[in-house]
Each structure stands twice: as C-alpha cells, then as structure tokens.
C-alpha cells in the first residue's frame, strides 16, 4: 500500500493522517474548466465565446493556471448547451469561427498554457447528419445508433426494456420513419451512438486526431461510463430508492454503464494520442463507485475524475471525513498513477453553495495543496455561489424536463451564470444588460476586479495557493495530511532541501489552538505566508512559535519554513 495512515496518541484529539510521495512520472498541473458561454462575451449578444476567452487569457496566467479545458464549442442545436453535438469538426457560431479557435489555441500556447477539449463520444445531436441518414436506413449509418424494435405487450407495442433517461423517463424513444426505438441516455435529442459498430469507432478516433492535428493537447471525455451497453437488453433490477419508474435512480445501471468494452476502447484512443511528440492527456468523465472508477486508471487514461469531495463531503463533514476523502483516492489508486482533485463543474451546484464558505475555503485550500491534477471550475477561484433561477428562466434540459415543480432540485442554471469580472454592467461579463442567463445579484460586491484587492477575498486566497502549486520543488514534496480539531485539517508539503509549506484550515465556528509539533523534521518556528483573517493574532510575514498556533475559526492560515526557497522558484 503506497499510503502510510500514521496513528499518534502523544496529543489530544487523536491525530490521524497520510503521507505520500508523489512519484516522478505523475502528471502535476492546475486545470481550469472554462464554460464557454458564460466565461467572457466580446461581441455583446449575451453569450459568452472565444473571442472573449482569448480577450481574457491574462486571467489564467495571473492564476497560475496551467491548463484549460473549454466546455463543447462544437456545432449545435444546443439543446444541451453544446453537449448535443451536430458537427464534431466546427465550432459552432455562436462561438466564433474555426480562425478564432485557431488564434485561442496559439494565444494559449504562447503563454505556455495547454489547452484540452470536451470530447463527447457516447451520443450526438438528433440533428447530426449521421443520425438523419441512420434514421432512413441509409448504410452505414443504419447502424450507427443504438436502434431497436421494441416488444409487444398486450397488443401493445412498448420499448424494450425498462432503462432509464439520464434526463427521467425511458432511455427509449420511437421513431416512425425506422418502426423502431431509439436510445438516448440523456435527452431525447442525444441519441447513442452504437459503439459495437466499427464504423462509428473510426469516425470517433478520427474526431480525436481532427482537434490533435490542430494542436489541442487533449481531451475531457464527456459520459463516458454509458458507452456500451449489454447487447441482451435485459431490464436492470430495481434500486428500491424511489417508486418512480422516470426516475433515474429507479433502477441499477449493471447494463448501461461501465461495460467491458467501455474500458477496453480506451487503449485504443490511447494510441491515437501517443502518435504525437507531446503529452496529450485523456480525462474521463466517471461518477461511480471506487472499483468501477479506479479500474479506468488501467486502461490508458491520465484518470477518471475524482468527483469525491462533491459526492462525500456536505455541509457537516469534519475534519475526520475530508481526511476520509483524501485518503480513499490515495489508497485506492493504482501504483505509479496521478491523482486528481475536482471541486465543481456545470453538472453540480457551486463548491460555497453545497458546503458554505468556510468548508469552501478548506476544501480549496486542501486540493491546491495536493499532488497530482487539480480542476477549478471558471467562477470558484473568486468564490461564486449559485444564483437563483425562476422557472420562466430555466433553460437547462434537465430542469425543464423535471417540470415547474421538481426543476430546482434538478436544473443546472445556478451553477452557470456569467463570470463576475468587476461591478460595471453584467458584471463585466459582457456589455448587453441581458444575458443568457441572469449574473449573479452579488457581483457589486463578489467580483474578481474588487477581490483583487482584498486580502483575505477567496480569490486572495485562491492566488497564494496556486502560486505554491506551480513551484517545482513543491510538486515533487512529500504530502503530509493531519486531523488536528474536529474542525481543523491540515495539509503540509515538505521538501528536504527547499523547505516546506504547512496550511491550516480550521472551518468550525470557534477559534482553535493547535500544537504543530505533530508533524515530523517541523522547525521551531514558521513564517507566516498567509492569513485568511484580518487579526493581529496571525500577521502576514510574521514568525510564530510552533507549539501553540491560534487557527480563527473559519479561516485559513499557510506558514512556510524559513528556508523554503519554492515561493519564488
Ligand atoms: C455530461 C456533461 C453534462 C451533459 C451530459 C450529456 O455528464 O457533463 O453536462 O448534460 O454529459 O452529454
């Protein structure tokens, strides 16, 4: 086991944690997710493009930001706000043209900042030609989607299982023009492409070496778990968590998701991206139990994203379950991998939304910290919350479908809103007053310009953080993890020639005194680099004494050795 759990009883509480070395080979870099519609508008329509992206590039560089993975800006009927995809090799207008791509890419590319796309291979828009010609019959597009003719049923002609839409209701969709139903694990408008055929495996790999050809340096895979399904089309057995047959967690997903041949594709994408001199990075899209996701790591991918500290942390988790959190992945990774960490993306509501501020600020100081891959949804580096969208205005598919009275526990709006750049109209987001989806009613205040100038602003903390996690000598630092305080976890990473760094994050609500003495070849006495607080107990570039350390409760507090040499390596 590459995780040593460390059990001391020499202070009270019980101080448990890991420590890890991260291995040479491990790819060590801070993404970024940028939605494009709602990252930077140029031309004022409302809507967010890659003009705007490249206007605000500075952005990433003054982040620290490493890499960036765009959302879908392929050509679409949007229905899914790009996810249903009618033309994988354009960039759909309302985006920009493929010269405007082009220029994003080199921009990027110049400030040596990698650029990944969203690949989305399980299904296309009803509106792709494939589908259109599949729809008629014309080979071989006829099987290019998952098609099938349904069963009987008292007279009655009803699809032929009891699978379930991502988005509620049956998988299944009937079409006249082919006398037979179709599957769309998401909304009726994505069908599935049909993966057992070769011809849609090769149109797939050649969309892969279309953007690699262009000089993208990856790929986010969109859904991937749902490629294959079991060719018997049996009906899953029943969760027994809801009574609601159009439910999703209706039923257990043992035929539609995580199939064999859904991992064994991967080598073969792998291959594609090996062809080029440089690194080209495949990250999947995985929500789902520990065995079935670590096995991705087997199969040539960089990871399957670690969505856990979005599905295990709530607005109660202590200390002991962010340890619980950190430690699973670590233990459960196989030998030789990259970890990585993901806080929010435009499925989920926003990190502050789901767990409050000060669990926020721990979270984030936690993951900047860790070895490996960290992923900042666009928005959580100035601590964006989710707004409130009133049905008239809910656009997201899975909230309309959900209906007037389910869509708030179901739409995906809130978590998309325009970025909040300053106070100016829309927030700086774009010069229209209206946007596609309603800014955020607390840009005034929570915006990027005025975060900049406050010291203890998320996005103050956010910059000192990423700063640490670009240094050389820190990627290659041991991790040292500890439960101080019920509400107190800390990270530390130690060099043994360039010093070290120690963060403290105390997200309870009393202030807590800590001995930090706990962590091993600690010297007596630390630097101050930041602090979350504005007191006089804990001033920046002060010195304090390692035994008794005062962590004011909600806030964070990151001390250095006074010989670490990596802030400015
Ligand atoms: C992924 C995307 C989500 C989309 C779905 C269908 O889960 O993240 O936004 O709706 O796939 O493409």
Not at 14 to 41: E, M
Not at 116 to 145: A, R
Not at 452 to 471: D, F, G, I, Q, V
Not at 483 to 500: K, W
Request: hydrophobic share 35%; proline share 6%.
């Amino acid at each position: 086991m590459r995780v040593a759990i460390a059990f001391c009883v020499a202070v009270l509480p019980l101080v448990i944690g890991i420590t890890w070395n991260p291995p040479d080979n491990i790819v060590d870099f801070s993404l970024y997710q940028i939605y494009p519609r709602s990252y930077k508008d140029s031309d004022g329509n409302g809507i967010g493009d890659l003009r705007g992206i490249i206007e605000r590039l500075d952005h990433f560089t003054e982040s620290n930001v490493e890499a960036v993975w765009l959302s879908p800006i392929y050509r679409s009927p949007m229905v899914d706000f790009g996810y249903d995809i009618s033309n994988y090799k354009e960039i759909d207008p309302i985006f920009g043209t493929m010269e405007d791509f082009e220029e994003l890419l080199k921009a990027a590319h110049d400030r040596n900042l990698s650029v990944l796309m969203d690949f989305v291979p399980n299904h296309t828009s009803d509106q792709h030609e494939w589908f259109q010609k599949s729809l008629q019959g014309i080979p071989p597009y006829d099987s290019y989607y998952v098609w099938h003719a349904g069963r009987m049923e008292n007279g009655v002609r009803v699809p032929p299982n009891n699978w379930v839409s991502q988005m509620r209701g049956s998988a299944w969709q009937w079409k006249d023009e082919r006398q037979a139903y179709y599957l769309h694990q998401f909304s009726i408008q994505q069908p599935d492409l049909n993966y057992y055929s070769p011809d849609v495996r090769r149109e797939m790999k050649d969309v892969l070496k279309f953007w690699l050809d262009k000089g993208v340096d990856g790929f986010r895979v969109d859904a991937m778990i749902f490629l294959y399904e079991d060719k018997r089309f049996l009906n899953e057995p029943l969760s027994g968590l809801t009574d609601d047959p159009n439910d999703y967690d209706y039923t257990v997903k043992i035929y539609t998701t995580n199939q064999q041949p859904t991992y064994d594709i991967i080598p073969t994408w792998r291959q594609v991206l090996d062809k080029y001199e440089q690194p080209k990075y495949l990250m999947l899209e995985v929500y789902s139990n520990v065995s079935d996701t670590m096995k991705y790591y087997h199969y040539g991918a960089d990871f399957p994203f670690n969505f856990y500290t979005i599905t295990n942390l709530t607005r109660n988790s202590n200390a002991a379950d962010i340890q619980y959190v950190v430690e699973s992945w670590y233990d459960n990774m196989p030998e030789g991998c990259t970890p990585n960490w993901v806080t929010g993306n435009h499925d989920q509501h926003r990190l502050i939304s789901r767990l409050g501020e000060p669990r926020a600020r721990a979270i984030t100081t936690t993951v900047l910290l860790l070895p490996g891959v960290i992923v900042t949804y666009y928005g959580e580096e100035i601590g964006m919350i989710d707004e409130y969208i009133s049905w008239e205005d809910t656009v997201d598919p899975e909230g309309c479908r959900a209906g007037k009275e389910h869509y708030l526990t179901s739409s995906r709006d809130p978590e998309r809103t325009p970025f909040q750049w300053d106070d100016s109209v829309s927030a700086g987001f774009s010069s229209n007053p209206h946007t596609w989806l309603p800014v955020n009613e607390d840009y005034k205040t929570l915006n990027l310009a005025h975060e900049k100038k406050e010291k203890n602003s998320y996005y103050a903390l956010y910059e000192k953080l990423s700063a640490l996690k670009r240094s050389q000598y820190l990627k290659e630092a041991m991790l040292v993890t500890k439960v101080l305080d019920d509400y107190v976890f800390a990270v530390a990473r130690e060099t043994e020639d360039h010093g070290s760094v120690y963060a403290i994050s105390n997200f309870g609500d009393t202030d807590s005194i800590v001995d930090l003495s706990v962590f091993d070849n600690i010297p007596s006495k630390l630097n101050v680099y930041y602090a979350s607080a504005i007191s006089d107990i804990l001033p920046w570039e002060s010195v304090i004494q390692i035994r008794r350390v005062t962590i004011p409760a909600g806030s964070v507090v990151i001390l250095t050795t006074p010989n670490a040499d990596f802030v400015t390596d």
